[in-house]
């Protein structure tokens, strides 16, 4: 099995600083442009192209990782200070409604058939929340995987304008380059109510990770 590999993250003196690979169509970050991937070695970028990050914040050993990383370094670094992780636990401990147990996945025929076979249509519960920034994150139902029942996906979309260089736009990827991007509190913020609203899972953790937080 291919290993999972993680955005880097890190602070650079000034701010937290993602890295954020363009070349990857397939992987867990890659370049959409009106909702489908672009091949970006081979396409030249535009202001309106945005970068989707399914964003994780721990690994399979459960070492912190992308979200878990920015979370400490936020509150290391003065981003999000000691009210802002109080009033986000208070957010977390409250809930007990998840996406992955009040949606479900259904699937619906139609009229239409294809060479002898009925089209179906299956239709994903999608929630979806704007960031003044332009910065927007989506909690997407799917069937789980060599499981029984659904898992809940956290996608981040940056508008590639918001990304450095600056000269990205206008021009092709080059061979495994990456753009850096800062998050800002607001982005901190909902990422932290998205997963804890996706399922129970994922809104333990948060608890646990911001009990952490505000105790280091």
């Known amino acids: 099995m291919k290993k999972r590999e993680f955005v880097d993250v890190l602070w ?10 363009l070349t990857s169509p397939t992987g867990r970050v890659r370049v959409k442009r ?25 690994d399979d050993k459960g070492d912190l990782v992308e979200l878990g990383q920015i979370l400490w370094l936020a509150k290391k670094h003065g981003v999000l200070g000691l009210k802002e992780v109080v009033a986000l636990e208070d957010f977390v401990s409250a809930q007990s409604r998840f996406c992955d147990e009040q949606f479900t996945i259904t699937t619906e025929p139609s009229e239409q058939e294809f060479c002898g076979f009925k089209l179906h249509w299956r239709k994903h519960p999608l929630l ?11 909690i997407e139902l799917r069937h789980r995987q060599r499981a029984v029942g659904f898992q809940a996906m956290i996608f981040l979309l940056i508008p590639i304008s918001q990304c450095e260089p600056a000269d990205i736009i206008g021009r092709k990827a080059k061979p495994k380059e990456k753009v850096t991007w800062t998050p800002s509190q607001d982005v901190l913020v909902t990422l932290v109510k998205a997963f804890t609203i996706a399922s129970q899972s994922h809104r333990d953790d948060m608890l646990k990770l911001l009990k952490a937080l505000k105790e280091g």
């Open 12 to 21: 650079d003196g000034e701010r937290i600083t993602c890295l954020l690979p």
């Open 128 to 138: 979806r929340r704007e960031i003044g920034d332009g910065t927007a994150i989506e």
């Open 34 to 58: 009106s909702g489908h991937p672009i091949a970006t070695r081979q396409t030249e970028l535009r202001a309106d192209d945005v970068i989707e990050w399914q964003i994780a914040y721990r």
